[in-house]
């Protein structure tokens, strides 16, 4: 199938949009959800269990579900796993510096702590 | 006259856009220091909802009940988590659409035999798909909105309230933007057809529409997930 294999368009200008890698075929965007509807499935599912929302995994594995949903969409279906670096480093870098300021901002205002001196 | 025409040719020798010293065409550059400062906007928006949860003095509260003589009566919590995950399907199958319609208007020029080719190659299709999809996630925060307005909390009733709706609102703001854009892309591919040279402008917004979702994905876990 032609869909299949994501030939080179003629006027597609590739340079200037940045692509050093050709982008993935329909199939693996279809996969990609897929996974992206399974983990959202899992997520909603242990919210429903008491003895997990309990637990101590409750919210570490919530957050690395969720880590891992933004960085599959941000990957394949932004295509930062395949475009230009420049662009990977103009998203990265504010996000890196925007998630110190949110975990900085956790300790300051107390809702995360380290060990008994924490502030309360 | 020259200058015209060096111009021209400087313009056809780097792919329809001036020379830049990347080599990149500065809208797409653009596009991704605009999502980077978005990512400092939500996430500071993220920072003041988490460091206000827990804190308000009156209901209703996201996940816990509030009885007398706190509240005046019983209020249950208002968080509707199967709502939730309902738009939230439906924003990440928009995402799906909207790489599908970029992919196709990539491959316009490509000749179609079987009906699977055509129906993946239409981008009309598949942009009217993503724009029906982000109206019906607006549609399903509408319905949240009003639901938490008729059981009491308002942006003013609380610490939560605050925070939600403003936090949910600006998403909101952003997925309505989002799909006037996809609307105008609609319009110009009905009226003259969008093919690979029209690329560009539909990666970006492609890239403003996934960056919505994965925003999403951080609230959905963050203000209605975690309790």
């Known amino acids: 199938m032609a869909h299949d294999t994501h030939h080179e368009a003629a006027h597609v200008d590739h340079a200037a949009m940045g692509i050093e890698k050709e982008h993935p075929t329909w199939s693996t965007y279809w996969k990609v959800a897929v996974v992206l509807t399974l983990v959202t499935v899992v997520e909603v599912w242990i919210y429903y269990i008491p003895s997990f929302v309990a637990s101590k995994l409750f919210v570490p594995s919530l957050l690395i579900m969720s880590a891992f949903k933004f960085a599959v969409v941000v990957m394949f279906y932004m295509h930062l796993r395949y475009d230009h670096k420049l662009f990977r480093v103009l998203f990265t870098g504010p996000l890196i510096i925007a998630m110190t300021t949110l975990v900085g901002l956790m300790f300051l205002f107390g809702k995360l702590k380290l060990g008994a001196g924490a502030i309360p | 006259m020259s200058h015209a025409l060096a111009s021209t040719h400087d313009e056809h020798a780097h792919g329809g856009h001036p020379p830049t010293s990347t080599g990149l065409d500065h809208k797409k550059v653009a596009i991704w220091a605009f999502i980077g400062s978005e990512c400092m906007l939500f996430v500071s928006l993220i920072s003041t909802y988490l460091i206000y949860k827990g ?173």
């Open chain 2, 55 to 227: 804190r308000s003095r009156v209901g209703p509260f996201p996940h816990e009940a509030c009885l007398p003589p706190v509240c005046a009566t019983a209020l249950k919590p208002i968080l509707n988590i199967p709502v939730t995950s309902a738009s939230t399907f439906v924003l990440l199958m928009s995402s799906l659409a909207m790489v599908l319609a970029l992919a196709a208007v990539e491959m316009k020029d490509q000749p179609k035999h079987t009906f699977g080719e055509r129906l993946l190659g239409n981008s009309k299709l598949w942009l009217f798909m993503t724009a029906v999809l982000g109206t019906t996630f607006l549609g399903f925060q509408a319905f949240e909105f009003t639901s938490f307005v008729h059981e009491g909390l308002t942006i003013r009733t609380n610490l939560f309230g605050s925070s939600f709706f403003t936090l949910t609102g600006f998403h909101g703001a952003h997925v309505t933007a989002g799909v006037l854009w996809l609307l105008t892309l609609l319009a110009i591919d009905m009226r003259r057809g969008l093919g690979p040279k029209d690329a560009l402008n539909v990666d970006l917004c492609a890239l403003y529409w996934h960056f919505v979702d994965v925003v999403w994905i951080a609230i959905f876990t963050l203000v209605y997930l975690i309790k």
